[in-house]
């Protein structure tokens, strides 16, 4: 069975994650999010089927400096403990750097952009977008801006 690691930032990219479920049951999955108020009761129910990383917002610039570079730490762990195949991430900042590692060690990265962004792209969209094997919007409009991107649709 596939190992298939699925990744976001807590939040509504946390939640657009989570709209992926369906598949955990097909493949040899593992969930990584931030932990926070709304993630740690998943453990509950994902028990060692979900991994947490530090929380991290912009708002405080040196802490969130540190703290990214305390997951980077954690992203290697995490790579090296799962060994994952497959890389599905919905975004953000959590998922950037597992990607790279991702892609450096030749594993498929599929990136879904974020339903809240129509028009734009986002800070990681545009950096995963120069190297995911599949790169999914969920409006039409963003094809303009990510020409070799696939229309998904809503994953709600």
Not at 18 to 35: A, N, S
Not at 64 to 69: A, H, R
Request: charged share 25%; proline share 3%.
């Amino acid at each position: 069975m596939k190992k298939v690691m699925f990744i976001s930032s807590t939040g509504g990219h946390f939640s657009e994650l989570l709209q992926l479920k369906p598949l955990f049951e097909k493949y040899d999955y593992h969930i990584v999010t931030e932990k926070d108020e709304m993630t740690a009761s998943f453990k509950d129910e994902y028990k060692d089927k979900i991994s947490y990383m530090l929380y991290g917002t912009r708002a405080h610039m040196f802490k969130y400096i540190f703290q990214f570079l305390i997951n980077c730490f954690i992203t290697v762990f995490l790579f090296i403990k799962i060994r994952p195949k497959y890389i599905i991430t919905t975004g953000t900042h959590t998922a950037g750097p597992m990607c790279v590692l991702g892609k450096i060690f030749r594993r498929k990265i599929i990136y879904i952009e974020t339903f809240a962004n129509r028009y734009t792209k986002t800070a990681t969209g545009k950096l995963i977008y120069k190297f995911a094997d599949l790169f999914i919007v969920q409006w039409e409009e963003l094809l303009k801006v990510y020409p070799k991107a696939v229309l998904g649709g809503s994953i709600y």
